[in-house]
Nanobody, 120 residues
Framework: QVQLVESGGGLVQPGGSLRLSCAASGSTFSSYDMSWYRQAPGKERELVATIASVGGSINYADSGKGRFTMSRDNAKKSVYLQMNSLKPEDTAVYYC?????????????WGQGTQVTVSS
């Protein structure tokens, strides 16, 4: 079982920055692929970035490439999303996600989300 708690959201002006954090519980954090998703009002939840458990490779959705940076600290059982040059279209609830495969069984967990609002 993994519990995820996001923090760091808030109101920021266009062009500003925010750093989201996701703190995980559980002893097997390093075994999980971690992702950030977001969901804007009236839209489906979309992937923002993923960082692999093995090797630490990171993949970004086109929406955040060049502006967002994801990182993880296994010792702190945390992942982060540094968001720069924020735009109004980045406004959404941002969710932390943890996925691990045990053979053919997928374990997936979600945080409760943190609101990011980009507005002047």
């Amino acid at each position: 079982q993994v519990q995820l708690v996001e923090s760091g959201g808030g109101l920021v002006q266009p062009g500003g920055s925010l750093r989201l954090s996701c703190a995980a519980s559980g002893s097997t954090f390093s075994s999980y692929d971690m992702s950030w998703y977001r969901q804007a009002p009236g839209k489906e939840r979309e992937l923002v970035a993923t960082i692999a458990s093995v090797g630490g490779s990171i993949n970004y959705a086109d929406s955040g490439k060049g502006r967002f940076t994801m990182s993880r600290d296994n010792a702190k059982k945390s992942v982060y999303l540094q968001m720069n040059s924020l735009k109004p279209e980045d406004t959404a609830v941002y969710y932390c996600n943890a996925v691990r495969f045990l053979g053919s069984i997928m374990r997936q967990y979600w945080g409760q989300g943190t609101q990011v609002t980009v507005s002047s």
